[in-house]
Each structure stands twice: as structure tokens, then as C-alpha cells.
């Protein structure tokens, strides 16, 4: 079955420090990717896709995620966190049709 | 801006009750979609629909029904709520001819199931 798996549940880090959460997902064909942020009481909102092309995708707010098809991975990516992306950040892919496949999700908490 | 409203942001039920859920999205979106949210366990896709009147099953549809009689509005119904069925819910949009098809979400409905 086609599954999402998003490496860390919770992550604590200090501002300014580097971001990675990790994506994996499992599924042989065509893929579409998604990153998903949902900000303390707020709807989710679109962070960043990939559908086709460079596989290096920037997304909103120095957000970058990478499509490296070998590992089925789409990792995202920050240099530099501040406290404003405390927030919880979903992984999905689309892998045909409409139906798209969300992670469990991974906590941030970035420290003032 | 799409937007896609959830008439109700928080519900309290008893047990045994019919739940109607409400969802009306605005950007004429051809696809819609009911998801429920729970810690640990991220999205799940309940029912989606890609046109008026056309449902299909997501992951977990047992417990739940969907109408969609109208093309704006995308009902989820819970026949006889159960403690279970405490959550939170999200509906969601999107349009097929987009390129990468990005969901657009509501707020969510949170439902306490007693």
C-alpha cells in the first residue's frame, strides 16, 4: 500500500539553527510532492510542491525541499528557523487520480 | 483567495446521534474532500468527490457517509457517532486542471463524541 513516512514526530531547535525534516514515501510510479504547514491555530496552507522539473523546489518563507527520486524522498529544508515557524509541517504525495496520501506529520518548536 | 468554509468549528454529540458536517468551497473547484486529523496519525482521507453527485471511499470510510448535491457543497455525515469518531475534521478543495493539484483546507471541526 502507498504510504508517507515522516522521520521525526517532534523536533525542538533554537533560532537560527538549520532544518531538515525528512519524507519518505512509498510508491514506484509518477509521484506529485507536497509540504503542508499548519501554524498554531490556524488551516493548513500550502508550503511547497513538486510535479515535474528541477527537483531542488523553493517554497514560501526560505523553505526549500528536495525530490531525490532513487531515495523516494522529499526532504525539506530551512537554513536558518525562526520562532514564527513553530508549527506543524505535513509531508503528502499524490501518486495519480486526486487522492493525495498525508504523513503523520512532524512538530516544530523553535526556541526564542 | 480560495476559501473553504466549515460551518461549524467545534460540536459536541452524544453517542447514537446523526452528525451532518458541513463544507462549502467558493473557486468552483471540481474536487473535494473530508479528512479527519488525529495526533500521531496526521490526515486521513475519509471520502473525496471529483464532480456533483460522484463519491469514492478514501482510507477509512467505515462509520461515514458524503453527499455532494451541489458542486460548491461537500456534506460528511456520521449516521450514529460514536467516542471513536471525537476529532478533528478537515475538509478541502482543489481544482483538476492545476498542475500539481494543491489541496486548499478549511479550519476544521472539531467534534467531542460523548
Known amino acids: 500500500a502507498q504510504s508517507v513516512s515522516q522521520h521525526n514526530h517532534h523536533v525542538i531547535l533554537s533560532e537560527a539553527a538549520s532544518l531538515e525534516l525528512g519524507c519518505n514515501y512509498s510508491?514506484?510510479?509518477?509521484?506529485?510532492l507536497f509540504w503542508y504547514v499548519q501554524y498554531p491555530g490556524q488551516h493548513l496552507q500550502l508550503l511547497l510542491k513538486y510535479f515535474s522539473g528541477d527537483p531542488l523546489v523553493k517554497g514560501i518563507k526560505g523553505f526549500e525541499a528536495e525530490f531525490i527520486k532513487s531515495k523516494f524522498s522529499f526532504n525539506l529544508r530551512k537554513p536558518s528557523v525562526q520562532w514564527s515557524d513553530t508549527a506543524e509541517y505535513f509531508c503528502?504525495?499524490?501518486?495519480?487520480?486526486?487522492?493525495?496520501?498525508f504523513g503523520a506529520g512532524t512538530r516544530l518548536f523553535v526556541k526564542a | 483567495d480560495v476559501k473553504v468554509t466549515q460551518s461549524s468549528r467545534y460540536l459536541v454529540k452524544r453517542t447514537g446521534e446523526k452528525v451532518f458536517l458541513e463544507c462549502v468551497q467558493d473557486?468552483?473547484?471540481?474536487?473535494m474532500f473530508w479528512y479527519r486529523q488525529d495526533p500521531g496519525l496526521g490526515l486521513r482521507l475519509i471520502y473525496f468527490?471529483?464532480?456533483?453527485?460522484?463519491?469514492e471511499k478514501g482510507d477509512i470510510p467505515e462509520g461515514y457517509s458524503v453527499s455532494r448535491e451541489k458542486k460548491e457543497r461537500f456534506s460528511l455525515i456520521l449516521e450514529s457517532a460514536s467516542t471513536n469518531q471525537t476529532s478533528m475534521y478537515l475538509c478541502?478543495?482543489?481544482?483538476?486542471?492545476?498542475?500539481?493539484?494543491?489541496?486548499?483546507f478549511g479550519e476544521g471541526s472539531w467534534l467531542t463524541v460523548v
Open positions: 503528502a504525495v499524490r501518486t495519480g487520480g486526486f487522492k493525495t496520501i
Open positions: 478541502a478543495s482543489s481544482l483538476s486542471s492545476d498542475s500539481g493539484n494543491t489541496i486548499y
Open positions: 468527490s471529483y464532480d456533483v453527485k460522484m463519491k
Open positions: 473557486m468552483d473547484h471540481e474536487n
Open positions: 510508491y514506484g510510479g509518477t509521484v506529485n
